[in-house]
């Protein structure tokens, strides 16, 4: 048996592996990224142009902190938030703006993260969950949530939660039939929705500051 | 998702440059039906014009009428002094469509264009003739409980999905558009195409032409106004069938009515002939079943929809009657 002349070792490994990446990534890259990239990539500039060009810069205030981010335009706010941000409260369900899992505040309006490109947030401020308490001290929402056992499996919670601040807010729970209008857009699978309309209205009439 | 160059002009003439000069180029606004329909494959634009930086989501009283931009939310639209008192019917069409988050999102003039949600026109693995010309039509003869009754053809069967277009027909809206040969006004009506040869095309929109605002103009249906909007949950689901309705009465006698169906045509489709039929009547049940049956007259169901050929003048004469007593 001959000897090989490139042992291998986990060193080597991850060299040929990296390159590997790299020319398969650089495949992709053609086969995905526009004319204008291609181009460029084939006319010998390196990847680093086709990297600014596929990134765009982005400034986001998020749960009071500001952030500079590099995103690709096809980044939702939903995977923004979730795979660079990792801030995973922020649940996807359906990806497709039919469930609500994925609801969180802009400027304080609530609103789909998951059909938004990032990109186009450019300068706003984000509110998900992980923003809603004061430390330790939960949201009256979130306190009204536990108290009435407003879910079962909790996947729609931080949805729900975030919409119902914003159903609060905007003035629309003035009845359990408003509430449950304006909650709509929050599917539960579990069918928690007595107690959710429940929390709601006591944090309606309960006077605290939501 | 496909990869995408964006750009986010704050001129509408550049917006207009960008789309106009690329046939892969598309507005983004809201993007609540551009981006599922991207997720899914459906459209694979090349390059997409964010116009959320244009100044284009103004409401504001013109002389002869109300002028909303075409970036104002529905959920501004929906709550806005103005529309509530002169046009409340527009805003009870909004409010019956999508949930809070989506309305939030939504803009005036992306609801106008979002595309029909024909399950096989989302399907990549079935014909399509609206998606991709000239491979067919799969609700033609597959489940088609969802499909039009008025102004199909046999390259498509499918409705357009706006609760909110269902009013701006009936209120006799004009849209504005700017775009590379300069600005025009369409007449609502004349906004939405029906299928006939070509589906693939839903408006009479030129390329690279945008929607900048609607006209309302000032009229009397401030008070006996309905939206009636029948679908499978009480909530968030797409018409089966919707009645927009606007009645101007005077000692029980209709002196004018504006009448339109959703969910049941590839455009919003206004009742002229049912409007007419109305005039001079008491309002009365009776007087509503009568304009209901001209409202009918050319009606064609398939397989699986002929329940709306009496659910939509139901629908009507319901939406009609509460507008009576509102």
Request: charged residues 20%.
């Amino acid at each position: 048996m001959a000897t090989n002349p490139e042992p291998d070792t986990p060193a080597n490994h991850d060299e040929a592996r990296r390159s590997f990446l790299k020319q398969s990534s650089l495949l992709t890259a053609f086969a995905l990224v526009p004319g204008s990239v291609v181009t460029a990539a084939a006319e010998g500039l390196d990847e680093k142009v086709a990297a600014a060009f596929e990134k765009i810069p982005l400034s986001l205030k998020i749960n009071g902190t500001k952030h500079k981010l590099s995103v690709e335009p096809r980044t939702t706010l939903l995977d923004l938030l979730r795979e660079q941000l990792h801030l995973t409260g922020t649940k996807k369900g359906c990806d497709y703006g039919q469930c609500g899992a994925c609801t969180v505040h802009v400027d304080g309006q609530r609103v789909n993260s998951c059909l938004s490109f990032a990109v186009m947030h450019d300068g706003q401020e984000i509110t998900t969950i992980e923003g809603l308490a004061d430390g330790d001290k939960l949201h009256p929402m979130q306190e009204a949530f536990v108290k009435h056992d407003g879910f079962q499996c909790g996947y729609c919670t931080p949805g729900q939660i975030m919409s119902a601040v914003a159903c609060v807010r905007e003035g629309h729970a003035g009845s359990e039939g408003e509430i449950r209008e304006y909650m709509s857009g929050n599917i539960c699978r579990c069918g928690a929705y007595t107690n959710i309309v429940a929390a709601i209205q006591e944090v309606k009439t309960g006077g605290q500051k939501v | 998702m496909n990869q995408f160059q964006y750009v986010r002009p704050t001129k509408p003439q550049a917006a207009i440059d960008a789309v106009a000069k690329d046939a892969n180029a598309k507005f983004i606004a809201g993007g609540t039906n551009l981006v599922d329909l991207m997720k899914r494959g459906v459209m694979t634009p090349q390059k997409l014009v964010d116009i959320n930086r244009l100044p284009l989501a103004k409401i504001e009283t013109m002389g002869a009428g109300l002028r909303i931009g075409a970036l104002a939310l529905n959920s501004a639209v929906a709550d806005d002094k103005h529309v509530r008192a002169q046009h409340p019917l527009l805003a009870l069409a909004l409010n019956a469509g999508a949930s809070p988050q989506l309305r939030n999102m939504a803009t005036v003039g992306g609801n106008m264009l979002q595309r029909t949600r024909c399950s096989y026109f989302y399907d990549l693995s079935m014909p399509c003739n609206k998606r991709e010309p000239g491979t067919g039509c799969a609700a033609l003869e597959g489940v088609n409980r969802m499909h039009a009754i008025f102004g199909a053809s046999e390259q498509c069967i499918a409705v357009h999905p706006s609760d909110m277009s269902v009013a701006l027909v009936a209120l006799d809206a004009t849209v504005l558009v700017s775009g590379p040969k300069g600005d025009r006004r369409i007449a609502f009506a004349d906004l939405h195409r029906l299928p006939g040869t070509t589906p693939q095309r839903d408006t009479n929109l030129e390329p690279g032409e945008l929607i900048t605002a609607v006209d309302l103009p000032t009229n009397a249906f401030t008070r006996h106004v309905h939206y009636q909007k029948v679908r499978e949950r009480a909530s968030y689901a797409f018409a089966l069938v919707s009645a927009a309705v606007a009645l101007d009465i005077e000692n029980n006698t209709i002196k004018a009515a504006r009448l339109a169906l959703g969910g049941v045509a590839h455009k919003p489709w206004r009742l002229a002939a049912a409007e007419q039929a109305l005039i001079g009547k008491p309002a009365t049940e009776d007087s509503f079943r009568q304009a209901a049956a001209v409202a009918m007259q050319g009606a064609k169901a398939f397989k699986y929809n002929a329940y709306k050929l009496k659910l939509a003048p139901n629908a009507l004469v319901q939406a009609l009657k509460t507008a009576a007593a509102a």
